[in-house]
């Protein structure tokens, strides 16, 4: 019996997989294709498909399964595949090395090469993962509703986030072409797709032309170039938010597990905030800033730095209030500030303010001790300064 009748699946944990990956990328005579998500790295697998943002993958035994694109972290084609097996390879290797300008090379080479309408349509994805990272918002806006055409569900998966403010000859721009693409709409996707970045970017708050540009946070390379932070609520991180308000701390850690592992390289900062806000439910405030400043380390230019300064701020209230404050007020000098955020900055340095006058006059505040500090698991109901930057006021959010 040859060798090939013997081909079976495998699979390792993924702590292995990143070293196991780069033999994988490297290995140029393959005898299947490979795949690495959240369980781990799979070998001898087929990708055979990408329908409607998933990848279909079957096995040497014939079963299939799928795979959301925004949860594989990357692939490896085998040579025989398909004759852009070998573009595509390297631009997932570049991909995950944050190389995105050396990744969209492949990636179109590797789409004008492909026998496969899946790896040209999965090419498409992958360079719009590039643009956004690399904050050229009228290329990605293009890429995606193109995209979107073929794969509706990509609609908020993939939705470009970092877009220019209405206010700047940019987003004047790009505003004036959606309003076009929702006039003349071809599909109902793509109406949906222009309508959605319309909708992001009318709620960014115009500029103050008379306001001086506010300075940038002590380590970060430039001011971000008008990303735009969006709530909670709209992420992919939505589902670990909605498990904290409702008290599943064990839930939504678990959730927030899974998808850190599997996030795109430009999807890192919502899922580390993500992390923080599980920390702070759980009781580790320490844990909970070191993890919030990482944010700043993965990417200086992050959209959500301010929101990541503001989680910091709260991790430091448990007896380190002064410091607390320096984070609330970096984070509202921040460029990447939101309306909403200052909002909820400004209502949480009252309550700080409200704490240190009852422990001035020796009572000692509810939920808290005497410095001002509330316990990171008190969770204050009715206090609107408990709730992370976006959440629902009515609702008491994690700490």
Not at 157 to 169: E, G, K, Q, S
Not at 215 to 223: C, M, R, Y
Not at 238 to 253: D, K, N, P, S, W
Request: hydrophobic fraction near 45%; glycine fraction near 6%; charged fraction near 30%.
């Amino acid at each position: 019996m040859s060798i090939l009748a013997h081909r079976v699946r495998f699979r390792v944990p993924l702590r292995r997989a990143a070293g196991l990956i780069g033999l994988a990328f490297a290995a140029g005579t393959a005898s299947a294709d490979t795949f690495v998500d959240d369980h781990g790295l799979f070998a001898d697998v087929r990708i055979v498909g990408f329908d409607n943002s998933r990848l279909v993958i079957r096995f040497a035994d014939g079963r299939r399964i799928e795979r959301n694109a925004t949860e594989v972290h990357s692939i490896a084609l085998d040579n025989d595949a398909d004759m852009a097996a070998d573009e595509l390879t390297r631009a997932e290797r570049l991909l995950q090395l944050r190389r995105f300008d050396q990744a969209m090379l492949l990636y179109d080479r590797a789409r004008s090469a492909a026998a496969a309408e899946w790896v040209r349509q999965f090419s498409d994805f992958r360079t719009l993962q590039c643009l956004d990272a690399l904050k050229r918002p009228a290329d990605a806006i293009r890429v995606y509703l193109s995209l979107v055409d073929r794969h509706p569900a990509l609609i908020e998966a993939a939705v470009p986030r970092n877009l220019p403010r209405d206010d700047t000859d940019e987003g004047r721009a790009l505003a004036a072409a959606l309003d076009e693409a929702l006039r003349t709409h071809r599909t109902d996707s793509r109406y949906r797709a222009a309508a959605r970045l319309r909708d992001i970017m009318k709620g960014l708050k115009p500029a103050d032309p008379k306001k001086k540009p506010a300075a940038p946070v002590a380590g970060a390379a430039k001011p971000p170039a008008g990303g735009v932070a969006v709530p909670p609520r709209e992420r992919a991180t939505a589902r670990v938010y909605r498990l904290l308000e409702e008290g599943q701390i064990a839930a939504a850690t678990a959730e927030m597990r899974r998808g850190r592992d599997r996030a795109a390289p430009a999807n890192q900062d919502i899922w580390l905030l993500a992390e923080a806000e599980c920390l702070l439910a759980g009781g580790d405030p320490t844990r909970a800033g070191l993890t919030a400043m990482k944010v700043l380390v993965v990417d200086a230019d992050s959209s959500y730095a301010a929101e990541a300064l503001y989680v910091a701020g709260r991790a430091h209230e448990p007896g380190r209030v002064a410091r607390a404050r320096n984070f609330y007020q970096e984070s509202m000098r921040h460029p990447t500030a939101t309306a909403a955020l200052r909002d909820l900055i400004e209502k949480r340095l009252a309550a700080l303010d409200r704490a240190g006058a009852a422990a001035g006059s020796g009572a000692t505040p509810a939920g808290g001790d005497a410095s001002g500090a509330r316990s990171p698991r008190s969770g204050a109901e009715g206090d609107d300064a408990s709730a992370p930057a976006s959440y629902p006021t009515q609702q008491a959010g994690p700490p």
